[in-house]
C-alpha cells in the first residue's frame, strides 16, 4: 500500500486524468479545430498541478539540464518573433502571442515531468495510461473508417473513406503518428518480465495484462494501415526494427531484471512468448492489410500503391516542397530584415502561406499543379525557421542535437536490461514523432504534444540522468510568474475555444438558414399566388371552375362516368358539388403550400439571424479568428439582408450613415504592413454616404424623397459595400484563397449598378434640388465610388490570379477566373486603351498558368479577346492588338500542339479544346 501511495499521489493522479482526457476531448456541433479545446485542458491541468506543488513544498527544488534550457531558449525565440508580428500585422499579435506563451509554458512542464516521474514504477503507471487512450483512441479511429461513425459525434463520414478516420485527435496522420509513439510502449510492456509488479505481484495478473496489450495491439496496428500514412508507417517499421535490434544485441552487456521468486522466473519465458506473438499479430495484419481482404475493403486501402507513388512521383514530394518554399520565402521577406533574426512570428504560416504562393511559383512554376491551400508547412522544422527566425532554428537544431546525444550516450551507460527495453521503447516513439514532423506537424496536435513531452522529457529526466544541475527556486517567485503564465495562457485558451465553439454553431445555423430558405425558394411563391388568384377569379389554367356548365364542358364525360344513371338535373347538383370541391381543394392545396413557403421563410430568417449572432459574438470572444467575419460577409450578401431595409426608411439612415447592427464588427482599418497583408488600403471601413446624408438626415422623414430617389438602392450599394468591407476585414486574420475572386466581384456589381443608378438620377434632377438643396455634391459622390470600385474590382481580380494563377486541377472552380475577370473589364474600365492593355495582361498570366499546368488550352481567354478586338478596336490599332494576342499565345499553342501529337490517347474533350485552341490562333 505504501508502495502504491508512493506512486499514485494527487499531481499523478491530475496528469493521469490528462493523459485520457486531452486524446479523447471532443465536443459534437462545438468543436473547430480539435486541439483548441484540449491545449485549454492541458493548462488547467497542469495549473492544478503547479498549484499543489506550491501548496506542497515551501522551496521547490529542480534539477535540469541543457536541454531543459534550450527547450526555454525555443520559448524565448518564440517570443522574440512577437517583435515581427507587432510591425507586420499587430492586430493578428494575440494569436502569436497565445502560441508564444504556450510555448514558454510547455517548457515549465517539461521541466516538472523529468523531475516527478524518477522510477520505473512512475512511469509504468503514465506509460499505460497512454497506452489505454491511445487504444481507445484507435478503436474510435477503426469505427470510423469501417462504418463511418465515432464514439462521440456520431456519423462522420463515409465508410472505407481514409478521410473519416480521424478520431478523437482530428486528422489520420496524426492518429497513426499516436499510436507511432505508444507501439512501443506496448513492447516494452510486453518483452519486460514483470511490469508494473507493485501492482501486478501474481503470475496471473502478469498474463491477464499482457493479453490485454495483445488485444489493445490489434486496434492500434490496424489504424496505422487504415490511415496509410506513409512517413508513419515508415518510421514507425524503422524505428521499432531499432529498438528491438539494439536491444536484443545491447541486453546480453547488461543486468538481468532481479527476479524474486521462481514464478517470477517463468515469466521471462511467458513474455518472449508474448513478444512472438506480438510479431505474429503485425505479420497477419500486414498481410490483410496490403492485400485485398475484407480488412482492406477488397483492396481500397493500398499502402503499396501510395508508397509506390511516394517514391516514383515527384508530385506527392512537390506538394510539400512548395509549402517548405513557402515558409522560406517567408522568412526571407525584404520587407522586414527581422524577420532574419526572428522570423515572421510563431503561427504565422496559415495567415501568410497564400500571401507568398507568387513567390513561390515565380521560383518554380512547377509547382502550381502541386499547390495546396496548406495552412502548416508540412515540416516543423522549417516552419520553425520560417516563424522563428534564425534563433528559433537554431535551438530547434540545438535541442535536436542534445537530445540525440543525450540518448545515445545513456543508452550505452545504461546497467540493466529493464531500463534499456524502457529506454528504447521511449527512443523509438521519439524517432517516429521526429521524422514524421519533417512531412507533416504532430506537434501541432495537443494529444500527440503531450506525449512527445513526456518521452522527450523523461529521456532526459532524472531517472536516466543522475547528473542533472540542481537548483533551489523560492516559492514567490516561482507563484508569480507560473500562475501569472497560466492566468493570461487560461484567458486566451477559453476565448480561443468560446470563440471556435460559438463559431461552430454559427456555421451549423449558417447551413439550416440555407436549406429552410432553398426550401421555401423551390415552392416557387410567385406561381403559387397566381394560381390562387387564378382560382379565385377562375381565369386561365381555372377558368374551367367559373360555373357549373364550365365544368362540365371541361370535365363532362368524367362526371358522367362517375354518376351513371343520373339524370340531368342530379348531374348538374353532383357536378356542381364536385366544381365547389375541386375550388376548395386546389385552394387548401395551395394554402398548405403558402403556409409551407411562410414557416420555412420564418425558418430560415431565424437562422439567419442566430449564424449572424454566433459568428459576432465568435469574433468579439475571439477577436484574431478572422473566419466569423468572413461568414458575417457572405451572410451580408443573401436577400434576407438586402431587402431588411425595404419599405424601412429608419434602417436606411442607420446603414447608409454605418450605425446599423450589421456593420459594427467590421475592422475601420488596419494598422499593419500593407505591403505584407494586400489590403487594398489601410482604412477598410467604407461610408462614402454618410457625410452627406448626415447632413440630409431629414429627407428619410419624406416618402416622396425616399421613393422618388429611390434610396433603398443606394441603401443596397451600402449594404455590398459593409459585406465587402467585412471580407476586407477577414483578409488582416484569415487566408482564404476566394476572398480576392469574391470581392472582385462585388466591386465589379457595384460599378455597374451604380452606372445605372446614375442614369437614372440625372433624370431626378428637380428632386435632388428639391431634397438636398442642390445635386452636385450627390452626383459627384456617385460618380467617385464608380471610379473607386472600378479600382478596386482591378486590384482584387489581379491579386486573385496573382495569388492562385493555377491549380485548378484541386479547385475545378478556379479555372474560369481568367475569364470572369476579362468579362469585367469592359464594364469596370472606361477607355479602350485602359480595356485592351488589361486584356493582353490577364491574357499573358493566363497563357502562364496554362503553359505551367499540364500544358493546358486557354481557349475562353483567346477567344473573349478576339472578339472584344474586332468589336472595339479597327484599322491598325486591331492588327497590332492581334499580333500582341499572337505573341501571347504563340508558345502555349506551340505545346498544346505537341501533346495532342504526341499523346493519342488523351481525352476526347481535352483534344476538342486544343484544337478550338490551335484554331483561333490560326485565325489570327
Not at 499505460?128 to 470510423?144: C, H, Q, Y
Not at 518554380?364 to 502541386?370: A, E, L, R, T
Not at 441603401?715 to 465587402?724: E, G, K, V
Request: proline letters at 4%; one cysteine or more.
Amino acid at each position: 500500500m505504501s508502495v502504491k501511495k508512493h506512486v499514485i499521489d494527487f499531481e499523478t493522479i491530475v496528469y493521469l486524468f490528462l493523459t485520457l482526457f486531452i486524446p479523447l476531448f471532443v465536443t459534437k456541433g462545438f468543436t473547430h479545430e480539435p486541439s483548441t479545446g484540449k491545449h485549454l485542458f492541458y493548462v488547467i491541468g497542469f495549473t492544478i498541478i503547479f498549484l499543489s506543488v506550491l501548496i506542497r513544498k515551501k522551496e521547490i527544488s529542480v534539477e535540469f539540464g541543457d536541454v531543459h534550457l534550450v527547450f526555454f531558449g525555443i520559448g524565448i525565440a518564440a517570443l522574440l518573433s512577437l517583435i515581427v508580428v507587432s510591425m507586420d500585422n499587430p492586430q493578428y499579435l494575440r494569436y502569436s502571442l497565445e502560441i508564444a506563451l504556450y510555448v514558454v509554458f510547455l517548457s515549465f512542464t517539461a521541466v516538472y515531468i523529468s523531475n516527478k516521474w524518477n522510477t520505473i514504477e512512475k512511469l509504468e503507471i503514465v506509460m499505460i495510461f497512454f497506452v489505454i487512450g491511445a487504444a481507445v483512441v484507435a478503436f474510435d479511429a477503426l469505427l470510423n473508417f469501417y462504418l463511418g461513425v465515432d464514439i462521440f459525434l456520431g456519423k462522420v463520414g463515409e465508410p472505407f473513406a481514409r478521410a473519416s478516420a480521424r478520431s478523437t485527435i482530428g486528422n489520420p496522420n496524426f492518429v497513426s503518428d499516436y499510436m507511432g509513439m505508444t507501439i512501443p510502449m506496448i513492447f516494452y510492456f510486453l518483452i519486460s518480465r514483470k511490469p508494473l509488479g507493485f501492482l501486478l505481484k501474481r503470475h496471473f495478473g502478469q498474463l491477464v495484462f499482457k493479453i490485454t496489450l495483445l488485444i489493445f495491439l490489434i486496434p492500434m496496428v490496424s489504424s496505422v494501415f487504415v490511415s496509410q500514412t506513409r512517413t508513419v508507417i515508415t518510421a514507425i517499421f524503422v524505428g521499432n526494427l531499432l529498438f528491438l535490434v539494439l536491444y536484443f544485441f545491447l541486453k546480453k552487456r547488461k543486468k538481468k531484471e532481479a527476479l524474486e521468486d521462481s514464478e517470477s522466473r517463468k515469466l521471462g519465458r511467458v513474455s518472449l512468448v508474448f513478444f512472438v506473438l506480438a510479431l505474429i499479430i503485425i505479420a497477419v495484419l500486414s498481410y490483410l492489410y496490403l492485400t485485398p481482404s475484407p480488412l482492406s475493403g477488397d483492396g481500397r486501402i493500398n499502402i503499396t500503391a501510395r508508397l509506390e507513388y511516394a517514391i516514383t512521383s515527384s508530385g506527392s514530394w512537390n506538394e510539400r516542397f512548395s509549402a517548405w518554399y513557402n515558409s522560406i520565402f517567408q522568412w526571407l521577406e525584404s520587407e522586414n530584415k527581422l524577420r532574419i533574426p526572428f522570423g515572421s512570428g510563431i503561427g504565422t504560416f496559415q495567415l501568410y502561406h497564400l500571401l507568398y504562393s507568387p513567390d513561390v511559383l515565380q521560383h518554380s512554376p512547377y509547382f502550381m499543379p502541386v499547390w495546396n491551400n496548406f495552412k502548416r508547412t508540412h515540416n516543423d522544422y522549417v516552419q520553425g525557421l520560417g516563424e522563428m527566425g534564425l534563433i528559433g532554428f537554431l535551438f530547434i537544431v540545438l535541442l535536436v542535437g542534445l537530445l540525440v546525444f543525450r540518448y545515445l550516450k545513456n543508452l550505452l551507460k545504461i546497467d540493466n536490461r529493464r531500463d534499456l527495453l524502457l529506454y528504447g521503447s521511449l527512443g523509438a516513439g521519439i524517432f517516429s514523432l521526429a521524422v514524421h514532423s519533417f512531412f507533416e506537424f504532430p506537434l501541432h496536435m495537443q494529444p500527440n504534444l503531450m506525449l512527445a513531452i513526456f518521452l522527450g522529457s523523461v529521456v532526459v529526466g532524472k531517472y536516466f540522468n543522475p547528473d542533472l544541475k540542481n537548483k533551489k527556486i523560492s516559492r514567490l517567485p516561482f507563484a508569480v510568474v507560473i500562475m501569472v503564465l497560466a492566468g493570461v495562457l487560461i484567458f486566451l485558451k477559453t476565448s480561443a475555444f468560446i470563440g471556435e465553439g460559438f463559431f461552430r454553431i454559427g456555421q451549423t445555423n449558417q447551413q439550416y438558414y440555407l436549406a429552410y430558405y432553398n426550401q421555401a425558394q423551390s415552392l416557387n411563391i410567385k406561381a403559387l399566388e397566381q394560381a390562387k388568384n387564378e382560382i379565385n377569379s377562375y381565369a386561365g389554367n381555372y377558368a374551367y371552375l367559373k360555373d357549373v356548365t364550365s365544368y362540365m364542358s371541361a370535365k363532362g364525360s368524367e362526371i358522367r362516368s362517375k354518376y351513371p344513371g343520373a339524370s340531368q338535373i342530379d348531374l348538374l347538383e353532383l357536378a356542381e358539388k364536385d366544381r365547389q370541391s375541386e375550388v376548395r381543394k386546389l385552394l387548401d392545396e395551395i394554402d398548405n403550400r403558402i403556409n409551407q413557403y411562410n414557416f420555412y421563410l420564418a425558418r430560415s430568417g431565424e437562422y439567419y439571424e442566430k449564424a449572424i449572432e454566433n459568428f459576432k459574438f465568435s469574433n468579439r470572444v475571439y477577436p484574431v479568428f478572422g473566419k466569423p467575419l468572413w461568414y458575417i460577409a457572405g451572410l451580408g450578401t443573401k436577400t434576407q439582408r438586402l431587402e431588411t431595409a425595404k419599405d424601412n426608411p429608419e434602417l436606411m439612415k442607420s446603414i447608409l450613415t454605418g450605425k446599423d447592427e450589421y456593420s459594427s464588427d467590421i475592422i475601420p482599418e488596419f494598422k499593419g504592413n500593407p505591403k505584407i497583408i494586400p489590403v487594398h488600403r489601410t482604412t477598410i471601413r467604407t461610408l462614402p454616404f454618410r457625410d452627406f446624408f448626415e447632413k440630409n438626415i431629414s429627407v428619410f422623414d419624406n416618402p416622396e424623397y425616399v421613393s422618388g430617389l429611390q434610396l433603398y438602392f443606394i441603401t443596397q450599394i451600402q449594404m455590398i459595400l459593409d459585406a465587402a468591407d467585412y471580407y476586407e476585414s477577414s483578409v488582416i486574420l484569415f487566408s482564404e484563397r476566394q476572398t480576392p475572386r469574391i470581392l472582385g466581384r462585388l466591386y465589379t456589381s457595384i460599378n455597374s449598378e451604380l452606372k445605372k443608378y446614375y442614369s437614372f438620377i440625372s433624370s431626378r434632377e428637380t428632386m435632388m434640388t428639391s431634397a438636398f438643396g442642390e445635386s452636385g455634391e450627390f452626383r459627384q459622390l456617385l460618380i467617385d465610388l464608380v471610379y473607386e470600385s472600378a479600382d478596386r474590382a482591378i486590384y482584387w481580380f489581379d491579386l486573385a490570379i496573382s495569388l492562385l494563377p493555377g491549380t485548378w486541377n484541386r479547385y475545378p472552380d478556379w479555372e474560369d477566373i481568367y475569364i470572369e475577370y476579362m468579362n469585367s473589364i469592359p464594364s469596370v474600365l472606361d477607355s479602350n486603351e485602359e480595356r485592351k492593355l488589361k486584356i493582353l495582361e490577364v491574357a499573358e498570366k493566363h497563357v502562364w498558368a496554362c503553359e505551367n499546368m499540364g500544358p493546358e488550352a486557354p481557349v475562353e481567354t483567346l477567344q473573349f479577346a478576339i472578339q472584344w478586338g474586332k468589336s472595339n478596336l479597327s484599322n491598325g490599332e486591331l492588327i497590332d492588338f492581334e499580333q500582341s494576342l499572337k505573341k501571347i499565345y504563340e508558345e502555349v499553342v506551340s505545346l498544346n500542339t505537341d501533346l495532342l501529337e504526341k499523346s493519342p490517347n488523351i481525352p476526347q474533350d481535352t483534344a476538342e479544346r486544343i484544337r478550338t485552341l490551335i484554331s483561333l490562333y490560326e485565325a489570327l
